[in-house]
C-alpha cells in the first residue's frame, strides 16, 4: 500500500508549496509522509464530516483513554489521563514551555536541532544555551559533562527531543536516567519532546518515554507527544502534554492560557481513532521505513564523502556531506531533489542535508539517484 504514489498537488500541502518554483525537483524535506493516513483514521473523519455540524467540542474521556492505553501499550508507561493537556501542536508546546519561565531564566537545549528548539525560547525572549551534539561511539549523543558544565544558575528547562532529531538517536535507558539525574540536580524542568516515539526502526533501540523512569524524574517532566508524525496526521494539529505533576501542569495550562486553543474537533476524531485502530497500519509502515531506510544507508555507503551515523528511529536521515567542501543543499536543489538544509538546525548543522525518505520506494530510488549523480559531479 506504500507503494502507492499519490499526487499531493493542488492539496496546499507545505511539502510541494515552499518550493514550487523548483517545478522539477522532487520534495524529500519537511517531515509528514507521502502515504495515506491509516483506513481506519479516514473513515472516522469522513464519518464525523457527514453529520454536518462542525460547532464547539470538549476534549472527551473516550480519546483520553484512547491516548492513555496506547502509551501503555507501546512504551509500557502508565499515567492518569488528568494528566493530559491537548494543543494544536508540539511546537506550540515547546512555547508555552518556555514562556513558563519568568523573564531572567533560561533555556538549555542541544544542537543541531529541530528549529522550534530554538524559535521557541527566542520568541518567549528567554535566553537560551545550546550544546553541540557529539559523535559518540558512531551515532549522535550527548557529552553529558560538557552539558553539565554549561548550566547557568538561571538556567531552569531543558528542552530535548528523543528520539532525536536531527540524527535519529534514540537515547538509551543509561542516557535518559543520566538526563534525569542532571535535571534533578540543577533544578531544571525537563521538557522531553518524544514526537518520534512510535517511529523507533532499529529492532535492537527501545524508545523509552523519560517520565516512566522514576517518579522523581516524572516529577520535574513535561512530555510532548502527538498521533501526527506516527500516523500521518501533521495537518490536522493534534498533540498533547503529558505531566503528572499537578503543580507543574497548573504552570504550563497557565502560560498556555488562551492563545492556544487546544485540539480541534477533526484532530480528536482522528485521534482518537489513530490510537485505537492504527496498530497495524504503523507495524506495516514501520516495516516499509525500516527497508527504505536500509535503502538510503546503502546508497550513503555507496556515496563517498558521504557519511551517515547510525540512527535508531524517524523517517529523517542526517546526512553528513561537509567532505564535498560546497553547498550540499544547493546541489542537491541543482540536482533536483528539496531536502532540509542542515544550516537550520542550528549550530553544527552546517554541511548536512536532512532527507525524509517517507516515500514509494520508486520515488525514493529517483531521489538518491539525483543525489548520487550530483555528488558525482561535484567529486570528478
Ligand atoms: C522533533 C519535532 N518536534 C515537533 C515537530 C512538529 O510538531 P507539531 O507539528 O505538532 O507542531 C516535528 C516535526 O517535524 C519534530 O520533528
Redesign the pocket.
Known amino acids: 500500500m506504500f507503494n502507492k504514489t499519490i499526487d499531493r498537488s493542488g492539496t496546499n500541502a507545505l511539502k510541494l508549496e515552499r518550493y514550487k518554483e523548483y517545478k522539477e525537483a522532487i520534495p524529500a524535506w519537511?517531515?509528514?509522509m507521502d502515504f495515506e493516513s491509516p483506513k481506519c483514521v479516514i473513515e472516522a473523519l469522513e464519518e464525523r464530516v457527514k453529520h454536518g455540524i462542525f460547532g464547539y467540542t470538549s476534549t472527551d474521556d473516550d480519546t483520553k483513554n484512547a491516548i492513555v492505553n496506547f502509551i501503555k501499550r507501546y512504551h509500557g508507561w502508565s499515567f492518569d489521563k488528568d494528566s493530559l493537556v491537548f494543543t494544536?501542536?508540539?511546537?506550540?508546546?515547546?512555547n508555552i514551555a518556555c514562556k513558563m519561565l519568568k523573564p531572567n531564566e533560561s533555556v538549555i537545549t542541544t544542537t543541531p536541532i529541530?528549529p522550534?528548539?530554538l524559535s521557541a525560547p527566542e520568541n518567549m525572549d528567554r535566553k537560551v544555551r545550546a550544546v553541540a551534539m557529539r559523535e559518540i561511539e558512531g551515532r549522535w549523543s550527548i557529552d553529558f559533562d560538557e552539558f553539565e558544565r554549561n548550566i547557568d544558575a538561571d538556567c531552569k528547562l531543558f528542552l530535548l527531543?528523543n528520539p532525536y532529531?536531527p540524527g535519529g538517536t534514540v537515547f538509551t535507558k543509561d542516557e535518559l536516567l543520566k538526563i534525569g539525574e542532571i535535571a534533578l540536580k540543577h533544578d531544571l524542568i525537563i521538557c522531553l519532546?518524544e514526537?518520534?516515539a512510535e517511529l523507533v526502526l532499529n529492532k535492537n533501540a527501545k524508545h523509552i518515554p523519560i517520565a516512566s523512569l522514576s517518579p522523581q524524574i516524572a516529577d520535574k517532566t513535561i512530555t510532548?507527544m502527538?498521533p501526527?508524525?506516527t500516523f500521518n496526521i501533521?495537518g490536522l494539529?493534534?498533540?498533547f502534554a503529558v505531566i503528572e505533576n499537578a503543580k507543574l501542569r497548573a504552570r504550563f495550562e497557565k502560560s498556555m492560557g488562551h492563545i492556544n486553543g487546544g485540539v480541534n474537533l477533526l484532530a480528536l476524531t482522528a485521534t482518537k481513532a489513530a490510537y485505537e485502530g492504527g496498530d497495524e497500519w504503523l507495524r506495516e509502515v514501520k516495516e516499509y521505513l525500516a527497508e527504505n531506510l536500509q535503502i538510503v544507508k546503502e546508497f550513503v555507503k555507496n556515496c563517498p564523502p558521504l557519511r551517515l551515523l547510525d540512527m535508531d528511529a524517524?523517517y529523517?536521515a542526517w546526512i553528513d556531506c561537509r567532505a564535498l567542501n560546497t553547498n550540499a543543499w544547493q546541489l542537491f536543489l541543482k540536482g533536483g531533489v528539496v531536502l532540509n538544509d542542515g544550516k537550520s538546525f542550528g549550530g553544527g548543522g552546517d554541511g548536512f542535508v536532512r532527507l525524509n525518505f517517507a516515500m514509494p520506494r520508486v520515488v525514493l530510488k529517483e531521489v538518491l539517484a539525483r543525489m548520487e549523480k550530483a555528488v558525482r559531479l561535484c567529486t570528478n
Request: charged share 10%.
Open positions: 519537511v517531515a509528514d494544536s501542536g508540539v511546537v506550540a508546546s515547546l529541530y522550534y528548539f527531543c532529531n519532546d514526537i518520534h510532548l502527538a501526527s508524525k501533521a494539529q493534534s498533540s524517524t529523517l
